[in-house]
């Protein structure tokens, strides 16, 4: 009889999930721009909503560039140095002249996580965002004791109503916590 006889089988071989290690792309920064020389592999990436096509390159905007960072996909090299750069690194760079860009790339990360895909607007809201269907959703952050007109909020809603949008307010308090809002007007 052996010793082990009344151990289940299972504790005696471990069962060791083997997860496939993921090698971050090695991005570029040159100017005010990040970007990966253009490969088929990447099509992961842009299939995920990430980066733009261009010149042979994959350009992403700050905040794809912050969360790609973070989230350990792509690591960025100054173009001119060769120097990897860290995300506090890219942030700077990107800031200059943008105080808001931390608290807007905050907003971003959020609907990130959340499965949305977040893309700058280039229109008076901060993110359109997309789903699996068109374009539903745009994007207004406010932050907590600044200053949100109502002729201003009154303006975006306007707009998306006609678009047949959704507009959703996303407020930033002190502690940087995000609340989202569906503005609508209400027609009796």
């Known amino acids: 009889m052996e010793a082990n006889a009344d151990v289940p089988a299972e504790?005696?071989?471990?069962?060791?999930?083997?997860?496939?290690?993921?090698?971050?792309?090695?991005?570029?920064?040159?100017?005010?721009?990040?970007y990966i020389p253009y490969k088929s592999e990447l099509m992961e990436l842009r299939d995920r909503g990430f980066g733009a096509l261009r010149n042979e390159k994959l350009y992403?905007?700050?905040?794809?560039?912050?969360y790609l960072i973070e989230k350990q996909r792509?690591?960025?090299?100054?173009k001119k140095s060769e120097k990897e750069l860290t995300l506090r690194d890219v942030v700077r760079k990107f800031s200059v002249g943008k105080p808001e860009i931390w608290i807007k790339y905050l907003v971003y990360r959020d609907l990130r996580d959340?499965?949305?895909?977040?893309r700058e607007s280039e229109r008076n809201f901060d993110f359109d965002i997309y789903g699996?269907?068109?374009?539903?959703?745009?994007?207004?952050?406010v932050y907590e004791g600044g200053e949100a007109?109502?002729?201003?909020?009154q303006r975006l809603l306007a707009f998306a109503e006609k678009e047949k949008k959704e507009l959703i307010l996303a407020v930033v308090d002190r502690?940087?916590?995000?609340v989202y809002y569906t503005l609508a007007s209400l027609r009796v």
């Not at 959340?114 to 977040?118: E, K, L, P, S």
């Not at 502690?175 to 995000?178: K, L, W």
Request: glycine share 6%; proline share 7%; net charge positive.
């Open 114 to 118: 959340r499965g949305y895909i977040a």
């Open 60 to 66: 992403f905007t700050p905040y794809e560039s912050f």
């Open 175 to 178: 502690r940087t916590d995000i």
């Open 149 to 153: 007109s109502l002729r201003k909020l």
């Open 11 to 34: 504790a005696k071989t471990p069962q060791v999930e083997e997860k496939q290690q993921f090698i971050p792309w090695n991005a570029l920064l040159e100017g005010k721009g990040v």
């Open 74 to 78: 792509i690591r960025v090299f100054d």
């Open 132 to 141: 699996k269907g068109p374009l539903r959703r745009l994007i207004s952050i």
